[in-house]
């Protein structure tokens, strides 16, 4: 008898696999859910206090491919940090694939999700006639929304968020609880009949009936100025296209010169009035979607006003569904003006009634909404310099995503700096850096800071052991750190510049640091600014510095570049250099008595410390240009004087290609000297000041000689570092501070290095200025990790 045929035996294995990172509330769960379903394997998804736990069986091929999916096609809004896969029971395979409740843990890892910009999904439905969201401006689902800004405790479920108060009605309750629907546990998700709706407001806060996307775009038409609820705060907004409303923002606000963004509602608009290359556009339409710094066309049509003297324009598209519909009404200006809903170095508003009684007098409507805006988060702010995305304000979209450090570190608070403030917390090896914060020196933004710190702590249930600061005595942020009942670690201001970028990189050193900013405390007390040192994790050894230039008044010289102009000339000429008849023209409009009273304060060493700050230097050289004598704002004599350099740098036709090729850096000098511990190398910034006026006497172009010095800076910077080189061995070069912002000197320098054979780093994600700070003392400060 023929023997008789049985099938195979198929094989089952059954995996526990668990997943880190942002996989709450970013549709994680639904994803697996679909994944199991469409591969017909049995098993079961949760969220726990780790992250995502998924218990999964089958054949082993399809438990490869389920797994390799899990890598490769999570949802966009995602991050997977960690994937841990281990060996366990095979479940029963016709048992159907659930998604079980939610689960506690003793100590939580779970990432929250930062505020995503709208998805395409969603902008679609929008705009949909037939769509029962069509028109709506809450629109949001698993992949984009309000995520951090409205969360006040974990689990990150509706009744901890600020949505609590919106209960779904039957059509939005069906998709929450429906797996396969991309709203599954979405949640924020609401409609135009259970979720929130906009308000209409005049100057006195009355409640105007009508439809407030028409009458806001009717506003902004006429030149009024309109705040507009966002998703983290306020928007003051006016028409970016007219003179006259931009200069009604700038005198209501107090905000004479410094410069504003705007939002326009695709890249084609956006390329209209910048140059923007692919790269840029890419970062542009980002999931973050956060202002980008662009080149300004010429006679684009954008206001003067709205960033005058820089040649460069912060550009951002609408990246929520009120945006969106705002940028589509007929009656909308091309660009919108989007500047933080505050008063000048205040915290941006984000109550209703708060922002009636603050921006009284600013604004002359209001366009509001009744969803609550639990912790204020700004727009972030980028630049492509050196083919790479680098944050120059990290925000809304970027934080609160961790850091995930290479080295161990302890649980710490880090308390950042007093400018561009931002903090750091590290939990299980992740690094928090919070939303940008701002400047720390007044009760209100103090009072933001302690509350996000403690919102922060909230939504992580992080418990710290430790906690950093700088060495500053003074900051705010200092004093604060000091009255926590915690051991607290002071970092010096360089070396957690350096820090940072040890940190975010995952570099363990040691390397040559380069830091140039406006001011560095040290403990000696010394104000530090263009320093070059030998560091690692454990500490640092200074190896080269800018000379130093007198800081005639103090803190007053950071203000009034006048003054660093006249340091430099007695730097480099000496008594002769004071003398009016050595003044360019931008000097002469300095009153003499003024100049007089500088020189005698300098020459007898009168309230006038020294400074090694590069970005002092850049003050001096802008004001003997005449670009600069009063800021107006922080970094505004440095960044005008970069634009006029970067026309001299660019060539647009081959006749300035030559031009530009033969412009030549002004010759260095590099000395040694001997300081209490050892040597150093010291740039000597005391010729520029005969040069710069032999250049004016003979009347080169003010973007030559700009471009001058900064090639000056370029090669100083190379050969002390070649210097450097010869006595470490080290090769590596890391660059931080907040001058790196300047986009020439960055790339030029980071290019000249590369050709000199050293590997160079710098942050990305992390900003270079002060706002990545609070990372480097985090790292440092934490470790050694006991």
Known sequence: ??????????????????????????????????????????????????????????????????????????????????????????????????????????????????????????????????????????????????????????????????????????????????????????????????????????????????????????????????????????????????????????????????????????????????????????????????????????????????????????????????????????????????????????????????????????ADWFLLHNREIVTRVDDSVARIMDNKVRLQRRARGYSPVPVLLQEPAADILACGGEMKNSFCLVRNNEAYLSQHIGELTNTENFDFYRESVDHLHAVLEARPERVACDLHPDYLSSRYAHGLPLPCREVQHHHAHIGAVLAEQGIAGPVLGVVLDGAGYDAAGAVLGGEIYRADRSGYTRVARLSHLPLPGGDRAATEPWRMALALLHQGLGADGLAEKRHPSGLLTIAPEKKQLLGQMMAKGLNCPPTSSCGRLFDAVSALLGLCLISEYEGQAAMLLEHQASLAASATDAANAASAASIQAYPSTLRQEHDQWHDLWLIDSAPLAGLILSDLAASLPIPVIALRFHLWLVESLCAALEQARRQTGITTAVLAGGCMQNKLLFTTLSERLRDRQFTVHAGELVPMNDGGLALGQAYIGGFPCV
């Open 1 to 362: 008898m023929p023997l008789a045929l049985h099938p195979a035996p198929i094989l089952t294995s059954a995996l526990r696999i668990s997943v880190h990172g942002i996989v709450q509330g970013v549709g994680f769960r639904p994803f697996v859910y679909r994944l199991a379903h469409r591969l017909g394997l049995a098993g079961t998804v949760t969220n726990n206090g780790e992250g995502v736990s998924v218990h999964i069986s089958g054949p082993p091929s399809l438990l490869d491919q389920f797994v390799c999916a899990l890598r490769e096609q999570a949802p966009p809004a995602a991050r997977i940090s960690r994937l841990e896969v281990q060996p366990a029971e095979a479940l029963p395979q016709d048992a159907p694939f659930r998604i079980l409740p939610s689960q506690r843990s003793d100590r939580p890892s779970t990432q929250i999700a930062p505020d995503m910009a709208l998805c395409n999904d969603c902008l679609a439905e929008i705009l949909d006639p037939s769509n029962r969201r069509f028109g709506y401006p809450f629109t949001n689902c698993t992949n984009c929304g309000p995520r951090f800004s409205i969360v006040e405790r974990v689990p990150y479920d509706r009744p901890n968020t600020s949505m609590r108060v919106f209960p779904m009605c039957e059509a939005c309750n069906r998709e929450y609880h429906d797996p396969l629907d991309r709203r599954f546990h979405a949640q924020p998700n609401a409609c135009t009949v259970c979720g929130p709706q906009l308000s209409w407001h005049d100057a006195e806060g009355r409640m105007i009936v009508g439809d407030g996307l028409t009458l806001a775009a009717r506003a902004l038409g006429e030149g009024r100025v309109v705040a507009i609820k966002g998703l983290g705060g306020l928007h003051l907004a006016v028409d970016g296209c007219s003179e006259a409303a931009v200069a009604l923002l700038r005198t209501r606000k107090n905000r004479p010169g410094k410069p504003l963004a705007v939002m326009v509602s695709n890249l084609e608009i956006a390329s209209r009035f910048c140059w923007c290359s692919p790269e840029e556009a890419a970062l542009l339409s980002a999931p973050e979607h956060p202002i980008v710094l662009l080149k300004q066309r010429q006679g684009s049509g954008l206001a003067a006003g709205i960033a005058p003297g820089l040649g460069v324009i912060g550009v951002m598209l609408p990246y929520t569904p009120l945006h969106h519909l705002l940028l589509r009404q007929p009656e909308t200006p091309a660009a919108l003006v989007m500047t933080s809903g505050n008063r000048s170095d205040e915290p941006i508003c984000t109550g209703n009634e708060e922002a009636l009684r603050r921006l009284r007098g600013l």
